[in-house]
């Protein structure tokens, strides 16, 4: 099984409508963060959490909100989806420990808007 | 804010042979982590090279390598004896490290191994 899981892997889904992309991790990390990629501009950070009660927007948070519920869980919400917001989604982790910043990527979620 | 350039958006190269992905970033830490991921089609972020700003030998990984100029604040990968497994996309990111660590990425380069 993956160390980082996202779920769903891919969805379609209409203007307007609440959409969750869930993550969760079994590696231990207290970091979890979300970012959005898209042709020609890289991967951009939507937001992240540094443990369960930290939460700090990335550069791109506005149409997104987040939870984490627990160490391992961190869940991306687009409480009111639009098609720009088609993109791949990924989460990641990081041990703060080792003080290195590599990143763990879950296998990423494709949403589309119409 | 930190960032990060790549100016190919593609490249190409035949197999076997060399080829290097350019990188280059603005930062006023001294000290910092530069990375190199793979996305291959499969579309999984893989780890290929990181690069501590403190140490001044250049990090290489089997094929892959990096030429590091801090004072330059650019850092290329070089992939030798292309295969036609490296065929993705790869992107350069930085990393301030600490407390705040969280990584910036650069725009990403398509790389294309042929025969």
């Known amino acids: 099984d993956a160390d980082v899981t996202q779920t769903p892997r891919n969805r379609i889904t209409k203007t307007g409508k609440r959409i969750m992309l869930e993550c969760s991790q079994t590696?231990?990390?207290?970091?979890m963060y979300w970012y959005r990629q898209d042709p020609g501009l890289g991967l951009r950070l939507i937001y992240y959490?540094?443990?369960?009660?930290?939460?700090n927007k990335g550069e791109i948070s506005d149409g997104y909100s987040v939870s984490r519920q627990a160490q391992a869980k961190f869940s991306l919400s687009l409480e009111s989806a639009i098609p720009n917001q088609t993109a791949l989604y990924f989460c990641a982790t990081s041990d703060f420990g080792r003080d290195t910043g590599e990143l763990f990527f879950g296998e990423g979620s494709r949403l589309t808007v119409l | 804010a930190q960032t990060v350039t790549q100016s190919q958006p593609e490249m190409s190269v035949q197999e076997a042979e060399t080829v290097t992905l350019s990188c280059t970033y603005d930062t006023s830490e001294n000290n910092y982590y530069l990375f190199w991921y793979k996305q291959p089609p499969s579309r999984q972020m893989i780890l290929v090279i990181r690069?501590?700003?403190?140490?001044?030998q250049n990090a290489t990984e089997n094929r892959f390598s990096v030429n590091f100029q801090k004072a330059a604040k650019s850092f290329s990968l070089k992939i030798s004896d292309s295969q036609l497994g490296d065929t993705a996309m790869y992107f350069c990111a930085f990393d301030s490290g600490g407390t705040a660590s969280k990584l910036t990425f650069g725009t990403g380069t398509r790389l294309q191994v042929t025969l």
């Open positions: 690069q501590e700003a403190y140490k001044q």
């Open positions: 590696k231990g990390h207290d970091r």
């Open positions: 959490s540094f443990d369960v009660k930290d939460i």
